[in-house]
DNA sequence: GTTATTTATATCGTTCGCGATACAAAAGTA
DNA sequence: TACTTTTGTATCGCGAACGATATAAATAAC
């Protein structure tokens, strides 16, 4: 048994375990209002900056448009955001927050810091998060690099 | 816009998109062989040790047996494991690998190194990672034990 | 100005992932 | 033994993800 398959040594299975049990963590606070993790996300771009095309949206968070159109239909059906034919470009779908879109960043204005205390663990300090960071930050870089290269 | 809603301050975002591009760069390597990405950790489990309950595999795994169950059930028809009623306890059903997916060890020998390489960048070092799988596990340790708490 | 190419979005089909539920086998209890 | 509870698996439904494909609008090429 080749000591690179050990499910132990791998990465990928580690970041792919966290993500969805911290995804997990989130579900309760979320569905709390009818949103899901994908929603929540999308949620955060759009507070950041509103009325944004959906491919601007995909971009933002690396997924394909074929992922965020039903997404975001889907959230439209809610009535959290619009969807507008872009003015400049027609083929643009605008994607915008209605009031109940805005209000919500108040609803879940908790939500942070509750998947904070989730999480904490001894692994996780003001000085480990940052360097955490930068190697995820890194790693998607890269990835994202290496990927591009063989369309 | 509260700070702590910042995507680029998202831990969790990170680790999702880490996750769903690191799958992404074993997609070609698997799929030539007809595999998906959580297959291939049902294999890497199987090759650990054979002929295990679904349970077994869910729990080493992480996940839901009601994910695992439909899961195995394409990798029967794809001929890679066979599913037999166990015998000491008759609700398991024993998942045990094929001579052919014995052999998918062999044809996929050069994965681990060839998503090696597609990852490859200046924050992954022999002295970083075994600091990055630390803390990861721990992460993970700590998630399990909030989550099964709210249950 | 017409044709070819690219771009933005959408639709379709398949596989995950998981909550909810069902059901039979096993284990525990009266 | 009869009854209750737990456990292991499966089914159902829905929301992602994404490859493949379609379509219209914008851009480039001629």
Known sequence: MKEEFRLDNQLCFRLYTASRLL????????????????????????WENDAQPVNDIAKRLCLETN????????????????????????????????????????????????????????????ETVPALFQTLDDMIAQLKKNLKRDT
Chains 1, 2 share one sequence.
């Open 67 to 126: 992922t965020v159109t039903p997404l975001v239909q889907r959230m439209e059906k809610q009535g959290i955001v619009t969807r507008a034919k872009g003015t400049n470009d027609a083929r643009q779908i605008i994607v915008s927050l209605t009031d109940k879109g805005q209000q919500l960043q108040t609803a879940l204005t908790d939500v942070p810091l509750a998947v904070g205390g989730a999480i904490a663990c001894k692994s996780l300090t003001p």
């Open 23 to 46: 995804t997990q963590a989130y579900n309760p606070l979320l569905s709390a209002h009818g949103l899901t993790y994908p929603q929540y996300l999308v949620l955060l771009v759009l």
